[in-house]
Structure formats: structure tokens, C-alpha cells
Nanobody, 124 residues
């Protein structure tokens, strides 16, 4: 069992930056691939970024590539999402998730555990 708690969301202006954090419980954090997803009002939850267990490989949605960076600190059981050059279309609830299986990182069904989400609002 893994519990995930996101933090760092808030209200920012266009072009600003935010760093989201996701703290995981348990001693097996390093055995999970980690992902960030987001869900805007009235829209389906979508993939944002993911990072492999060791942190050696990452993948991003095209919409955030070059602006967002996912990283992890296995010693602190934490995964981060650095978001730069924020746009109004980045407004959403952001969720972190943990996976242990073999489904592709971009798929929701790949993930076994989810956090409760943190709101990010980008105002123009």
C-alpha cells in the first residue's frame, strides 16, 4: 500500500512557475514508477509526465514538453513536477500516481495508487 500526498498548487499568473511535490508513504517508493496527471473541469484526466523507478528516464506530454520537468528523490520518497512558463490551459487539478506494472507510463490504467490532487490555477 502506498499513500500519496500532493502539495504546492496555487493561483499564479501566466508565465509564472510552480513546483509540485508528491510525498509517498512506505519503504518501497523506489520500486514504483511515478507519474503526474491533470484534470481540467469538464475534461478527462490526462497524462502530464512520468519518471522511471531509478529516475533515469522520463516522458512528457507534448503540451508540457520543454516547460515541465519531473524528478524524484528516492531518499525522501518524493516526486516533483517543476512547471515553468505556465499557461491558462495548464489550469487543472494535478494528481501524482504510482505504478508497479508493465503498462505504458502514459496510460491511466497503469497506475495502482493515486493522490488526492492539488489545484493549479493560471490566471491571465
Amino acid at each position: 500500500q502506498v499513500q500519496l500526498i500532493e502539495s504546492g498548487g496555487g493561483l499564479v499568473q501566466v508565465g509564472d512557475s510552480l513546483r509540485l511535490s508528491c510525498a509517498a508513504s512506505g519503504r518501497t517508493f523506489s520500486s514504483y514508477g511515478m507519474g503526474w496527471f491533470r484534470q481540467a473541469p469538464g475534461k478527462a484526466r490526462e497524462f502530464v509526465a512520468a519518471i522511471r523507478r531509478s529516475g533515469g528516464s522520463t516522458v512528457y506530454a507534448d503540451s508540457v514538453k520543454g516547460r515541465f520537468t519531473i524528478s524524484r528523490d528516492n531518499a525522501k520518497n518524493t516526486v516533483y513536477l517543476q512547471m515553468n512558463s505556465l499557461k491558462p490551459e495548464d489550469t487543472a487539478v494535478y494528481y501524482c500516481a504510482a505504478k508497479s506494472g508493465t503498462y505504458p507510463y502514459i496510460e491511466l490504467k497503469a497506475y495502482d495508487y493515486w493522490g488526492q490532487g492539488t489545484q493549479v490555477t493560471v490566471s491571465s
